[in-house]
């Protein structure tokens, strides 16, 4: 007799209950972890990048977050948006020079251990950034952000203004006023049913970003792939779109008066085949922050340095050089 219809999602709940997580990620389901971090590394070995990996305390959340640590100088922090990791910055991170590059896994992704976004998702992204920097000894720094990363980038540079030097937004910021997330991210938003819809074949994430595969590294394409089957993925992933989305829109979103109290200076790379929305979301968005650039490349989607790594480290190390006053 065959297996009842729903037996591997029965077996991947009964494995996911199971599975015990040490916040510095040593208990994880070692087979999908050892993926990963294989994946990982034959990404950063095809930049060629030295790297260290770096354990910091987050007191505020009860984890400890992982960075990949490259070069020496001053410290330029990067912050993935929602599905990606550390080291999805690869290809950006081998065109920057003279810098302390700090690429953090977000709680729930890479191998920083999950966080229920349930429980506040602002104050988990101030919390977050405040301990990181608290960890690594920086009082202030510059940020390279994405999507999500972006979203928290904002929200830290309201709420501690100090410690944000300027940051360089690539993609669409999550949520902000203008933007409309695709209709398939909306639907795993809903509680029970994003658990069926996320078990659904899809396209791969860089097509769903509007990123031409062709363009990409394979080795970036799998390490997309491993990291989605690490343990803490869906859970995080789900929470976060639980929290941040409904099928209609946005639940949590970052407007135009909010943008207009941003004083940090700021790098929009922008592509118009973002698909939370092109380049006339992005000239409004540039149009309401007081200190702003905007790079705008048509033929890029929400992760440009995808398709652009080097146009993208230009205009990031011309604007460290000399950010907009």
């Known amino acids: ?58 007191p505020s959340l009860g984890i400890k977050a992982r960075i990949l ?13 929602g599905a990606a990791f550390a080291a999805s910055w690869a290809q950006l991170m081998a065109r920057l020079k003279h810098r302390r590059l700090l690429a953090v896994d977000r709680p729930g992704f890479g ?4 966080v229920d976004h349930h429980r506040g998702l602002r104050q988990m ?25 972006g979203l928290w980038a904002f929200w830290f540079s309201l709420d501690k203004p100090d410690r944000v030097a ?20 909306r639907l795993l938003s809903v509680p029970g049913l994003n658990r069926v819809v996320y078990r659904l074949p899809s396209p791969p994430v860089l097509e769903l970003m509007g990123e031409d595969p062709a363009k990409a ?7 997309f792939e491993a990291a989605r089957k690490m343990p803490d993925f869906e859970p995080a992933w789900l929470s976060l ?12 979103g970052f407007n135009t008066e909010d943008l207009a109290r941003v004083q940090t200076p700021t790098l929009l790379i922008w592509g118009n085949r973002d698909p939370f929305g092109g380049l006339q979301v992005a000239r409004l968005v540039a149009a309401a922050l007081p200190h702003c650039r905007l790079v705008e490349l048509p033929e890029e989607g929400h992760l440009p340095w995808v398709g652009d790594a080097e146009r993208c480290a230009t205009e990031i190390e011309a604007f460290l050089s000399a950010p907009v006053s």
Not at 129 to 145: E, N, P, S, T, Y
Not at 241 to 252: A, D, F, H, Q, S
């Open 1 to 58: 007799m065959g297996k009842p219809t729903g037996w591997p999602s029965l077996l991947q709940a009964v494995r996911m209950t199971v599975i015990s997580r040490s916040w510095d990620g040593g208990e994880l389901n070692m087979g999908a972890r050892e993926e990963f971090e294989a994946a990982e590394q034959k990404l950063l070995a095809e930049f060629g990048l030295d790297y260290k990996v770096k354990w910091v305390e987050v």
């Open 69 to 81: 640590e490259v070069g020496e100088g001053e410290p330029l922090v990067f912050v993935h948006g």
């Open 111 to 114: 191998l920083t251990p999950y």
């Open 125 to 149: 992204a101030k919390a977050f950034l405040d301990d990181v920097l608290d960890g690594l000894g920086l009082d202030r720094a510059d940020f390279v952000v994405n999507s999500m990363g």
């Open 166 to 185: 300027s940051m360089a937004q690539l993609g669409s910021p999550a949520l902000v006023e203008g933007t409309m997330p695709p209709f398939p991210m």
């Open 217 to 223: 590294p394979r080795a970036l394409t799998q390490a």
């Open 241 to 252: 779109l639980e929290v941040c989305l409904r099928v209609g829109g946005i639940r949590v």
